[in-house]
Each structure stands twice: as C-alpha cells, then as structure tokens.
C-alpha cells in the first residue's frame, strides 16, 4: 500500500511541526508504522516506531524522545509525529514505512523488516 506523507515544512527553531503519513488507500491489513529521516549526507535513521495497536512505542535515543510523539489513527490509516521543540540538527527528508504485523508489540527499528514505504516529506528548522 502506498504512503504518502504530509505536513512538512520550513519552521524556525523551537517552534513545532506535525507531518503525518496516510495509506493511499484504506486497507484491512495491520501493520506497525515508523518515521525515518535522512539528513543532507546521512544515513537513513530510524525516528520512531508504533505498534498496529500503538501499545508500543519506539524513539531514536534522548535527541528526540521527550521532543517528539508518534501516534496513529487506524480508522484514518494514518501515523503522525508530533515534533516539539525543534532544533535546526532535525532538518531532514522524513519518511514513513509500514510492516505487515497484528502484534501489539512489534514495532522494529529494522529496515529489513518494513513492506511499503513513502517517498518523504521536507523538514527544514531555521536557527
């Protein structure tokens, strides 16, 4: 199923921005949902992972956790990342991806391990 993500954008620093990534079309699959991002020159980074039930949740390391909330709608086929406290080091292409999975837990951090991806949406923190 196609991602499409949204929401991205140019922000200054500290203010907060909330792209979120919708199923092109609706789908009776469950799956667990991440953001990635990719810096300028960078490896593709894991941000954060939810669960299809969204029991579990996953965050890089203390740079965003605290700064940044997954959550999903599931009737809306929608995961969204809310990011508060922006910093210009954010700045990146951000992409969302979905695995095939029922389980309230599994919520990997593994690219290996996701069906479908988006093609990325732009954030850029100004200083």
């Known amino acids: 199923v196609p991602l499409v993500e949204s929401g991205g954008g140019l922000v200054q620093a500290r203010c907060p921005l909330r792209p979120s990534c919708a199923a092109s079309?609706?789908?009776?699959?469950?799956?667990?949902m991440a953001w990635l991002r990719q810096a300028s020159a960078k490896e593709r980074e894991f941000v954060s992972a939810?669960?299809?039930?969204?029991?579990?949740?996953?965050y890089l390391d203390s740079s965003v956790k605290g700064r940044f909330t997954i959550s999903r709608d599931n009737a809306k086929d929608t995961v969204y990342l809310q990011m508060n406290s922006l910093k210009p080091e954010d700045t990146a292409v951000y992409y969302c991806?979905?695995?095939?999975?029922?389980?309230?837990?599994?919520?990997?951090?593994?690219?290996?391990?996701?069906?479908?991806w988006g093609q990325g949406t732009q954030v850029t923190v100004s200083s």
């Open positions: 991806a979905g695995a095939f999975s029922s389980s309230s837990t599994y919520a990997p951090f593994a690219r290996r391990e996701y069906d479908y």
């Open positions: 079309r609706r789908t009776r699959m469950s799956y667990a």
């Open positions: 939810i669960s299809w039930s969204g029991d579990r949740t996953r």
